[in-house]
């Protein structure tokens, strides 16, 4: 795999961008939401680096037309998409299985109006991305959780808990994420078989969210859910996306990939119901990614993991009382911090109040999140440099 070179990978991943006054989630409108003046965003999944430059050009290109009128992916979409399945996890797509979404939760979304009913019960494993629990719930759904055990320092899937959940609640869904944040862990084929194998046993299906599909670390590998084993294809949604891998989170183009026929049909259905579509620069710039970003996206990995071996170093010589968890994947650290014996209201509070760092407050991943508090390592070295420094100052 062609790597950008050292000296050319610190001048494109440790040039800080004023992202303020941008429209952005991460960095604009703290004063509304709570934060004091100053605080530094670790918080919502984006980073702070700009795009591949392939992407960036033909976002740039498509933007420069001036005429944004209705558009329909090609050819050259579908097939970078698919040859990037390929290539890098050795699965095999169709072209017909592909789905294009405005965005994972709108095809989680959809993909649950499709295939369940008003009332029905879909299963979680807490703590997960924080944003599952209200969107099922907005769309009516039960939700309940098995939820990961922290074994030796490590989450683990309980596997009589989540079979004994499964059935005592009737679920009918099983929405997993893979790799699964906040807590970093990549999935093996044994734990996806032994999933999968439940689900089937008790007729359940499977949304897999694998947005996080490209930042898996050393020897880990992702192996997409529905190619875990042969059986598991007919049961699956697999959702995916270029907006974590390449940072075009705001341009809001995804892709799932849907083996059987029947649920492929539902799903568009529900999305006929509201007929959308993939605007013209995110359909450039995802392609353009896919199809030249590789290079830039081992670069990038390279000084993530770079840039979390410096919090945890800083962290076990000054503040041990904050653990991160392992990195297997993403780019968000899972941090305990509860070797600081504080209560986690008066925690949460501390972080953004006394160090001035905005982090994901743990308990928004579920209960079992409470003590634990996600930071987002995307950003130049030295952001994250100071912010470690402002935690280290305020707690230690
Ligand atoms: C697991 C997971 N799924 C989905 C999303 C959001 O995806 P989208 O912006 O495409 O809806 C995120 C963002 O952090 C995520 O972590």
């Known amino acids: 795999m062609n790597r950008i070179d050292e000296k050319d990978r610190a001048g494109i991943f440790d040039k800080v961008i004023d992202r303020r006054d941008t429209n952005s989630l991460k960095h604009d409108g703290m004063a509304e939401r709570g934060m004091p003046a100053g605080v530094l965003p670790f918080w919502v999944a984006d980073m702070d680096f700009e795009a591949p430059p392939e992407a960036?050009?033909?976002?740039?290109?498509?933007a420069a037309h001036g005429v944004y009128g209705y558009s329909i992916a090609g050819k050259g979409y579908y097939d970078a998409a698919i040859n990037w399945q390929k290539t890098r996890f050795g699965w095999d797509v169709d072209?017909?299985?592909?789905?294009?979404?405005?965005?994972?939760?709108?095809?989680?979304?959809?993909?649950?109006?499709?295939?369940?009913?008003?009332?029905?019960?879909?299963?979680?494993?807490?703590?997960?991305?924080?944003?599952?629990?209200?969107?099922?719930?907005?769309?009516?759904?039960?939700?309940?959780?098995?939820?990961?055990?922290?074994?030796?320092?490590?989450?683990?899937?309980?596997?009589?808990?989540?079979?004994?959940?499964?059935?005592?609640?009737?679920?009918k869904i099983f929405l997993l994420c893979h790799p699964h944040n906040p807590i970093g862990r990549v999935w093996t084929r044994e734990e996806l078989k032994r999933m999968g194998e439940i689900c089937i046993e008790h007729g359940v299906l499977v949304i897999s969210d694998e947005i996080h599909e490209d930042f898996v670390y050393g020897d880990k590998r992702h192996v997409p859910f529905a190619a875990a084993d042969p059986l598991f294809p007919p049961i699956t949604?697999?959702?995916?996306?270029?907006?974590?891998?390449?940072?075009?989170?705001?341009?809001?183009?995804?892709?799932?990939?849907?083996?059987?026929?029947?649920?492929?049909?539902?799903?568009?259905?529900?999305?006929?119901?509201?007929?959308?579509?993939?605007?013209?620069?995110?359909?450039?710039?995802?392609?353009?990614?896919?199809?030249?970003?590789?290079?830039?996206?081992?670069?990038?990995?390279?000084?993530?993991?770079?840039?979390?071996?410096?919090?945890?170093?800083?962290?076990?010589?000054?503040?041990?009382?904050?653990?991160?968890?392992?990195?297997?994947?993403?780019?968000?650290?899972?941090?305990?911090?509860?070797?600081?014996g504080m209560t986690h209201v008066d925690m949460v509070g501390a972080f953004a109040h006394k160090a001035k760092v905005w982090l994901n407050d743990g308990a928004t991943f579920g209960a079992n999140g409470a003590g634990f508090m996600r930071m987002n390592l995307a950003c130049p070295r030295s952001t994250l440099n100071e912010g470690i420094l402002r935690i280290v100052e305020a707690f230690g």
């Open 56 to 62: 960036v050009l033909a976002a740039t290109r498509a």
């Open 95 to 171: 072209r017909d299985w592909i789905i294009t979404t405005p965005g994972v939760v709108f095809m989680v979304a959809s993909a649950v109006r499709a295939l369940s009913e008003p009332g029905d019960t879909i299963m979680i494993q807490n703590p997960v991305y924080a944003v599952f629990a209200p969107v099922l719930r907005a769309n009516d759904r039960k939700v309940v959780s098995s939820d990961l055990k922290l074994v030796d320092g490590r989450y683990e899937i309980d596997f009589d808990d989540f079979e004994k959940v499964m059935t005592e609640s009737g679920t």
């Open 237 to 340: 949604v697999t959702c995916t996306a270029p907006s974590k891998t390449f940072n075009l989170a705001g341009l809001q183009a995804s892709n799932a990939f849907v083996a059987n026929p029947e649920l492929r049909r539902k799903i568009n259905r529900a999305l006929d119901a509201c007929d959308v579509g993939l605007n013209p620069i995110a359909i450039a710039a995802a392609e353009a990614a896919y199809r030249y970003g590789a290079p830039w996206l081992e670069s990038l990995k390279e000084y993530l993991l770079g840039n979390y071996a410096m919090l945890r170093g800083v962290l076990e010589r000054e503040l041990p009382a904050v653990r991160p968890m392992e990195l297997e994947a993403t780019y968000l650290a899972w941090l305990d911090c509860s070797g600081l």
